[in-house]
Structure formats: C-alpha cells, structure tokens
C-alpha cells in the first residue's frame, strides 16, 4: 500500500539578498566546487523566477516547433514513408533504452535541496556506465530485432542508434545542472543550437540520397552536439569515478531508480503501438504511423518537456508550503495549456489539411490518424504537470504504480483496436488515455500532493471545456463550407482553421489577467531580442 513520503528534508533557507543566479559564496562548503550546486539564493520569489523562465522556455519551444515542423516538411518529402518506418521500427527500443539510461538521476539532481560535487561527480558517471552498458546491448539486438520485423535493413539502423542512448545519459547530468541553476535560457539556446544542428545535417545526407540514413544521423547528432556544447557552457566538469562518491549516491539511486523504472514502463507502452503497427502491418504504415505519433507528440517533447526546467526547481523549494505549490502547479498548467490546447485542437480538426500542407500528397493516409492523435497532445498538460507534481514531492512510488497501471490500460487498448485495423487501435488508444490514465494520474495528486479535486477543476476544467466547444464549433463550420463550396482551396480552409483557433485562444486569454501579462512579456521579450 502506498505511503505518503516526506518531502525535501529542510525547509527554506535565509536568501542572499542578490538576483544573480550565480550561486554567493559561502564557507559552510566541504569542497569549495559544491558552491556549483547550492541554490539557496534561488529560494527567493520562486513564483517570479518560475514564471521568467516559463516565458523564457515558451519562446524557444516556439522557435523549435517551428524548425522541427519545417524540417519534417523537407524531410517527408525528400525520404518515403516506408523508408521512415525502418528507422520507426529501431525507435522503440532506443526510446525505452535512452530513458532507462538517464535512470531519473537528472531529477534527483533537480529536486535535492543539497547537492554535493562529489554526489553530482558518482552520478554523472553512473549514467555513463549505465548508458554504455545499455548501448552495447542495444547494439547486440540489431540482427534479432531485424528477424522479428523481417526487414533485413533494422540491423544497421539499430547498431548506428546505439550510441545515442550514452549520449543521451551523458547529456541528461548537464541540462539538469543548468536547470537546478535556473540557467534557463543559457540551457534552452543551446539545446535548440544542437536541434538545427542535427537538422542541418539530416537535410544534407537526404539531398545526398541518403534516404533513412538521414535520419539516423539526426537522431545521433542532436545529443552529441547538445553534449558538447552543454559540457562547455556549464563551467562544471566531474571528477574521476570513485567508490567512496558512489556510495554516497544510494539515496539519489532510490529515488532516480523508482522514476527510471516508471519512464521505461511509459516508454514501453508507447512504443508498443509502433512495434505492433511493424509487426502487424507494413512498413509503410509503420512510418505513417511513427510520423503522425511525432507530429502530435511535438508540442509535449518540444515545449511542454523543457518547461519542466522551468517549474519542477521551483515545484521541489516549495514543497513544504502547500499554498505556494498549488499557485505554483496552477501557474504551470495555465500556462502548458497555451501550447497544447491550440495545437490540440488544431490537430484534432484540420490533421487532413496540416498532412497535405506540411508532408505532401503520400502521407494523406495518415490524416485520420493525426486527427485522432490530436487527443494526445491536448493530454500533454495533465500528464506532464501532474507527474511534475509527484517528482517534486518525492513520490517517485507512486508514479511508478500510476505507470504501471497507465501501461496495462494502453496495452489492452491496443490489442483489442488492433484486431480491426490501424485507425480503430489509434482511435481506441487516445480515448484510453482521457477516461482511463488521466483521471488515475489526478487520483494520485490529490492524494499525495498539496492539491485538491477543486484545485484540479479549477486549473483543467476551463480548458477542457474551451478544447471540446472548439472542435465541435470548428468541425461545424467546416461542414458547413463543405456544403456550400464542394471543393475548397486547401489552403483557404487551412486559414479558416487557424483563424477559429487563434479566436478560441483569445477567448481564453484575454479574461485572464495573469495569461494576459505573460503574452504582453512575451511579445516584449521577442521584440527586446530583435532590436539586440
């Protein structure tokens, strides 16, 4: 039966009065390089920092959903769907992998008050050993995993994708550094560095004729280069392993390992609908399938992940104050739900017109999986926030056991929609998600977090209904100019579509005075850059 565990051990700290989130010296330091991991001068005003970096964080996500969408347009047309299925059938195993890697030490990392060089130093390593390890193995699966698909190919692609899973631990140490130390817009410039970078060159192997390969090489590249760059931005680099800092990591591995088992059980379950559209299916419907899934899943990795470095430090300092935490979770979700509810709905209505747009005329078999998949991108908020409450509060167990129960909901999903085709199981997959694991998520919250079944309404409930009366309000319209105009311009019903979604954000918006002022920092913000 599950307990409700302690949060972070002390409370707040006396603050330094400066702003600078450079960490103030200080001689109660055992190693004068743990001052690298003190934040006690962060505790300050979590709610305005949480909320700069909310912005800070939105803008870039903005700036990488419109590169990814640009480069998935060049790409979808340069490399065949069946072609992107091959790399579609390596991808779960390096998913459940480079999760497992991290072995949620990045979290621990984040969410420990006290951080020491020594502790930081064991678990760097620790996920490189840890990531090696994975990668050899992964790399051992290449021909068995070509025999299960029956597609000769997978065994190069996994042997080459194997790397990314010691990258990925690697780099996972170091974006989580720069986050405990609120360095949030140092961190997010240089990820989104790494992203064109990997872009860049995936276009150039295409235009080449490198076909999937392309793609591998900007699976591979985005983390090394983000490595790279993070490992030199950071001005902190680990010591020489060593048994005396591993076994001071023990408590770190308790948790990190409970979040590292309950990722690899969400990684799992879905990726199973890809490995069972590979083994099912063709490959062709594999990689329609793999590009509809990363379409809808942009916002949630692109966005709403890096916000995470936004709101959990500041969710884990204020988890003894159960008035900050839910102003703090409150702000979070409001402010996720910008991205997701508009790309949400815009999916869920116009995925037909959004294929033909950005992936050409041989992807249009997978409109009607894209509309379906619009259902998970609008769950993005709730998953995401609520999992950021339960780490913040240490309740790595709980989490785990919701992942548990998430994951036999999504298989049994699968394999019963399966049994009718690939859009049954898509369709029967996404409603899994809001009747079945959703609602078991907030059970959870409200039992083990500061929140409250009222507080959950009142941060979700205008959303949900303001997502639902906008699908239905625009799916009403478009069969109305349907009726009157039997063959409209693609490209006209495109901007009906976007212009019902940007009305229903405005509806959502402008009442809010709080959504309000970080629109108006936002625009201030982006036009400060320009003139700089």
């Known amino acids: 039966m599950l ?5 972070p051990a002390s409370a707040f700290r006396q603050c330094p009065t400066q702003e600078s989130n450079m960490t103030p010296p200080s001689p109660d330091y055992e190693d004068p390089r743990d001052a690298v991991f003190d934040t ?8 305005k920092r949480a909320g700069r970096g909310s912005i800070v964080v939105l803008l870039f996500s903005l700036l990488k959903v419109i590169v990814q969408l640009g480069s998935t347009a060049i790409l979808a047309r ?15 195993v390096i998913l459940i992998a480079t999760g497992l890697s991290e072995f949620g030490l990045a979290d621990a990392l984040v969410q420990r008050d006290k951080v020491t060089h020594r502790a930081a130093s064991a678990l760097f390593w620790t996920n490189t050993f840890i990531g090696l390890g994975l990668a050899m193995v992964v790399a051992g699966l290449a021909v068995p995993a070509a025999q299960f698909y029956g597609e000769p190919r997978v065994a ?18 170091f974006v989580a550094l720069l986050r405990r130390q609120m360095r949030l817009r140092q961190a997010e410039t240089i990820l989104f560095a ?8 995936a276009v150039c192997v295409a235009l ?3 076909s999937y390969w392309a793609i591998v090489a900007q699976v591979v590249a985005q983390p090394l280069a983000g490595l790279i760059l993070l490992a030199l931005a950071s001005g902190w680099l680990p010591s020489r392993p060593s048994i005396a800092g591993f076994r001071a990591t023990g408590s770190y591995l308790s948790f990190g390992g409970s979040l590292a088992l309950s990722r690899l059980i969400f990684t799992a379950s879905q990726s199973a609908a890809i490995v069972l559209v590979g083994r099912m299916f063709s490959t062709a419907d594999a990689g329609l399938y793999y590009r509809s899934w990363n379409l809808a899943n942009l916002p949630a990795l692109r966005a709403v992940s890096p916000l995470a470095g936004a709101f959990l430090p500041s969710f884990s300092r204020a988890a003894h104050d159960p008035e900050a935490f839910c102003a703090l979770f409150q702000r979070a979700a409001t402010r996720v739900a910008l991205i997701t509810v508009p790309i949400g709905v815009g999916l869920c209505t116009g995925a037909d017109l959004v294929v033909a747009v950005l992936l050409g005329p041989q992807w249009l078999s997978s409109g009607p999986i894209l509309a379906w998949m619009g259902i998970l991108t609008l769950q993005a908020n709730a998953m995401h926030t609520g999992t950021w409450a339960l780490t913040a509060m240490g309740q790595s167990r709980a989490l785990l056991w919701h992942r548990l129960f998430a994951a036999a909901v999504v298989l049994l999903a699968l394999f019963v929609g399966a049994q009718y085709g690939l859009k049954v199981m898509v369709a029967v997959y996404m409603l899994s998600l809001l009747i079945g694991v959703i609602p078991a998520l907030w059970a959870l919250c409200v039992r083990y977090t500061p929140l409250t079944r009222r507080i959950l309404w009142v941060t979700f409930g205008p959303d949900i209904c303001l997502a639902a009366a906008a699908i239905a309000v625009i799916w009403s319209v478009r069969l109305g100019v349907a009726n009157l105009w039997p063959d409209p311009a693609i490209g006209i019903e495109l ?10 954000m405005a509806v959502r918006i402008l009442p809010d005075a709080g ?7 936002a625009m201030a913000l982006v036009a400060s850059s320009r003139k700089a």
């Open 3 to 7: 307990r409700r565990q302690e949060g």
């Open 40 to 47: 006690r001068h962060l505790n300050r005003d979590l709610g």
């Open 78 to 92: 340069l490399i065949a769907p069946q072609d992107h299925g091959i790399v579609a059938m390596a991808m779960p």
């Open 156 to 173: 190069a692609v996994f042997a080459a994708l194997a790397p990314t899973i010691l990258f990925g631990g690697m780099l996972a140490q």
């Open 194 to 201: 790494a992203m064109v970078v990997s872009i860049a060159l």
């Open 208 to 210: 080449l004729g490198g």
């Open 495 to 504: 901007l009906l579509v976007i212009g019902l979604v940007l009305a229903t």
């Open 515 to 521: 959504l309000r002022q970080d629109v108006i920092k």
